[in-house]
């Protein structure tokens, strides 16, 4: 009866239900295993970087600890002291900390770092070696994660997962910390984007907003913002494929979409950590306008480190012909594969896609990823792309970029996509698998032709490289000693495109079908391509054999206090963790005012020493001037007046002063200038002015005063493009030189 089947319906739905859950949680379990997995993969890869073998590890070189690893320390002891640092008082006689990249400040993983940093007792280079690597097991995560969504053939997705996971490209990044991070947060972006349109209800459109929402915050705030730009590139155009119907069926075979609901919760994510990250943004933009070289418009810097037609061939095939600023070998195995998908024979005649279960194999597809290929690649060309100079002149934010060839960081979830895709239609190949009901079973004499035809273009470059001696210009200053590993890329090579032809060989007398040996098929592959890319590519910008070091704790309120009558140093470098503060700078960075001041005042060394504080730690002047055209003129000024007062408190962030003066006059701080500076003088605002353009000065008349210099960067900074002939953004203090 009618009401019986009511009856019955709930408790046949309730057991549906738990069937449906007990077999789901194998699957789901699986799932788990091989997301752990994935995370672990770079660690395994780098082990030697991880963990200390009788004591000794592969230290990471170049910029990593003279430049990220001291901005690192500094900043976890002021976090683990409760205090988020502002200024930097021991770097190029005074610089913002906040809001310089190179301190990921504003990281959200910094907290962890910071709790860290308590419970040992302090921080190694080893364990921000780890850290760093941890932003590669993220990337590895989220690209899998992604291509999941994308992509339901799992061999595939893991295929490409660990292979672009470790590519040159990425591992090359980990000299900059910062970048690694960036880069990071890439495949979670589009991973939350694609769920969200994937989504079926409100609730995970907006866990999933969420997850786009912090996966933003932590790419603007990662600390390397050529990276974040570079996003650009990589989210616009797949917010495209997800916008039009056509592409976003045969790329990512998703056809009805719910914009009312996917719409509003991928503006509001954006939205939400635009407002969130904005201080951050301004202030590293106003930081970066004042900066040397930083400014835009100087095509002479923006096409410095070139990237050319040499260092794509060598990037694809010989990694040693190119420039590592952009190189991304991922093996001669998985570029097979590619070319394979790229120019093999069509599998299916299904003009609508593959179904969710089996991606699209089309010419639009194809056609998709090579001229998103080459377009990203002729913009790294620079000064020899008609396209660079188009993006130099009209694109905000263009031009205050260099070493184009970094864009390529972008082609490593691009190649990955592709990647995911080939796998799968080699494996449909090797398998004999019908993409559609309606296909016939794939031959494998067409593939077989193309593998051999790319195989031979591949050694014939391999070859001429090799034979001419052609490198890189990083290679044969830095790499010397990579030599011998030259000729490995041939061999190792070699045996991927044997491992390929081997496998469609055999597919012709008998299809691949057992799941035992496709996952042996997959493990084949993946263990060729690591052993083309590891011999070189876990060396580069590396010393091995690197003994432990202790971790470093420091005292940054008794360093500040003792700080201010230590002398300074005056070296190539950046910041410092002990009292001695550096007034010297590195190539390209730090205020240009005051870059400049240091160029007009090389005749004067000894004079210039002495007003940085480098002959006898003095920071504190008076002078009845300060519109003097050398250090030597102030001085004779300033030396008039011994007495120039008592400290109350130094924070590095903070200078009370007292004073007793005679007449009227400047006192002058021997600090860089920033817009959050501000000054009070016996309580009352005091206007800044700046001795030799760039340090803070403030007038004073005769008698007591209590002076009181701050650093309270504005919230949300007035930033502008544009600049006054002196360099200064907005209304700068009076310059007094």
């Known amino acids: 009866m009618a009401w019986e089947r009511k009856l019955k319906s709930p408790a046949k739905k309730r057991q549906s239900e738990a069937s449906s859950r007990s077999q789901a949680s194998p699957s789901r379990l699986k799932g788990v295993i091989l997301a752990v997995a994935v995370f672990l993969w770079p660690v395994f890869y780098l082990f030697q970087h991880v963990f200390p073998i009788n004591g000794v590890y592969t230290a990471i070189g170049n910029d990593f600890l003279s430049l990220y690893f001291k901005h690192k320390v500094y900043l976890l002891a002021n976090l683990a002291g409760m205090h988020f640092p502002l200024w930097s008082p021991s770097e190029a006689a005074g610089f913002p900390f906040y809001s310089n990249p190179f301190a990921q400040a504003c990281y959200p993983f910094n907290a962890l770092l910071a709790v860290w940093y308590k419970i040992f007792g302090g921080y190694s280079p080893l364990d921000y070696q780890l850290f760093t690597i941890l932003g590669l097991s993220i990337f590895a995560m989220g690209l899998f994660m992604w291509l999941k969504s994308i992509n339901k053939n799992i061999r595939a997705v893991l295929f490409a997962t660990l292979v672009m996971s470790v590519s040159f490209k990425v591992t090359e990044t980990i000299r900059f910390p910062n970048a690694t991070h960036n880069a990071a947060w890439y495949p979670w972006i589009l991973y939350a984007m694609t769920k969200i349109v994937q989504s079926q209800s409100a609730r995970k459109s907006t866990l999933y907003g969420a997850l786009l929402s912090f996966s933003l915050i932590c790419l603007c705030t990662a600390g390397y913002p050529y990276f974040a730009y570079y996003s650009i590139f990589l989210l616009a155009p797949y917010l495209l494929v997800l916008l039009v119907s056509p592409l976003r069926v045969r790329l990512i075979s998703a056809d009805a979409v719910n914009w009312r609901r996917a719409a509003p919760a991928l503006l509001l994510a954006g939205i939400a950590a635009g407002i969130i990250c904005s201080p951050y943004i301004l202030g590293v933009k106003q930081l970066v306008s004042q900066a040397t070289d930083r400014g835009g418009k100087d095509l002479a810097y923006s096409t410095q480190h070139l990237f050319g ?40 005649s299904n003009e609508q896609g593959g179904g969710r279960d089996n991606q699209p194999d089309n010419f639009t597809a194809r056609i998709f990823f090579l001229v998103w290929f080459v377009l990203i690649t002729y913009i790294t060309y620079g000064r020899d792309s008609y396209l660079f100079y188009f ?52 031959p ?70 057992a799941a035992g040996v496709q996952t042996f098929m997959l493990a084949a592959l993946v263990f060729i391509a690591a052993l083309e890319m590891r011999h070189t590519g876990i060396q580069i910008w590396s010393h091995p054999g690197r003994a432990q070091q202790s971790r470093i704790q420091i005292d940054v309120p008794a360093i500040n206090a003792r700080a201010f009558f230590f002398p300074r140093t005056d070296y190539y470098g950046t910041i410092t963790l002990g009292p001695a503060f550096n ?4 190539e390209n960075w730090y205020y240009d005012r005051y870059v400049q001041f240091l160029k007009r005042t090389e005749g004067e060394i000894r004079a210039r020493q002495q007003l940085l504080g480098v002959l006898d730690g003095r920071r ?22 011994k007495d120039t007062g008592r400290l109350v408190s130094y924070t590095g962030e903070e200078l009370k002063w007292e004073i007793d003066v005679a007449t009227t006059g400047y006192l002058s701080f021997i600090d860089n200038w920033d817009y959050g500076w501000k000054a009070w003088v016996d309580e009352e605002p005091a206007e800044i002015e700046l001795l030799f353009g760039t340090f803070k000065s403030v007038r004073l008349t005769p008698g007591k005063h209590k002076v009181r210099f701050s650093y309270q960067p504005e919230l949300f900074p007035a930033v502008s493009e544009k600049t006054t002939p002196n360099g200064f953004l907005g209304n700068p203090p009076k310059n007094g030189s």
């Open 309 to 348: 037609l040499k260092d794509t061939a060598g990037s694809l095939v010989y990694p040693p012909a190119a420039t590592t600023e952009g190189w991304y070998f991922f093996s001669v195995t998985a570029l097979l594969i590619i070319l394979c998908y790229l120019f093999g024979p069509k599998l299916t």
């Open 391 to 442: 993006l130099w002149k009209f694109m905000p934010g263009f031009s205050s970029l260099r070493v184009w060839g970094r864009l390529n960081i972008i082609l490593v979830p691009i190649f990955a996509w592709m990647l995911s895709l080939a796998y799968q239609k080699l494996e449909c190949v090797a398998s004999k698998t019908k993409i559609a009901s309606n296909d016939n079973r794939p």
């Open 444 to 513: 494998t004499g067409g593939f077989i032709f193309v593998l051999l035809a790319s195989y031979a273009a591949v050694i014939a470059v391999q070859m001429f490289f090799y034979i001419k001696g052609v490198y890189g210009a990083e290679w044969s200053e830095y790499f010397k000693e990579l030599n011998p590993q030259r000729v490995l890329f041939i061999i190792y090579g070699c045996a991927g495109a044997a491992a390929v032809f081997f496998i469609l060989l055999i597919s012709r007398k008998k299809p691949i079908e």
């Open 583 to 586: 007034a010297g700078i590195i």
């Open 620 to 641: 504190i002047y008076f002078s009845e001037a300060i519109d003097y055209g050398t250090v030597q003129l102030y001085l004779q000024d300033a030396w008039r007046y």
